[in-house]
């Protein structure tokens, strides 16, 4: 019996997707590095920082680096727990399409 898809409703908007992506490859990352890898605004990364970090999946560290204030960004182990849970759910999601034959596309 297929059940319907367990999305982590926090992670799974584009951005906070891609920014965990990012995160879940890496210790940690810096501030403007995400920004500029998901070519977004300080204050819409900020946004969705937010909502990571007050669901537990993401630290920030700031620190002094070459006189200037710096964030860094880490996912938390409930961070990285709840990443794999939910790209489990989308390989689990993608597994049930069947391939196309060969030589035939997606048309919509």
Avoid at 74 to 87: C, D, E, I, K, Y
Wanted: charged share 20%; proline share 6%.
């Amino acid at each position: 019996m297929n059940r319907a898809p367990q999305f982590d409703p926090v992670i799974h908007a584009p951005g906070r997707l891609q920014i965990c992506a990012i995160l879940s490859a890496a210790d940690e990352a810096e501030f403007a590095m995400v920004r500029d890898a998901i070519a977004v605004s300080d204050s819409v990364l900020s946004k969705h920082l937010k909502q990571l970090e007050d669901a537990g999946y993401v630290r920030l560290r700031k620190q002094a680096h070459a006189g200037r204030q710096r964030t860094w960004l880490s996912l938390t182990p409930a961070g990285r727990a709840a990443f794999g849970a939910h790209v489990a759910e989308l390989q689990r999601l993608a597994a049930t399409i069947a391939p196309a034959p060969l030589g035939e596309g997606f048309s919509g």
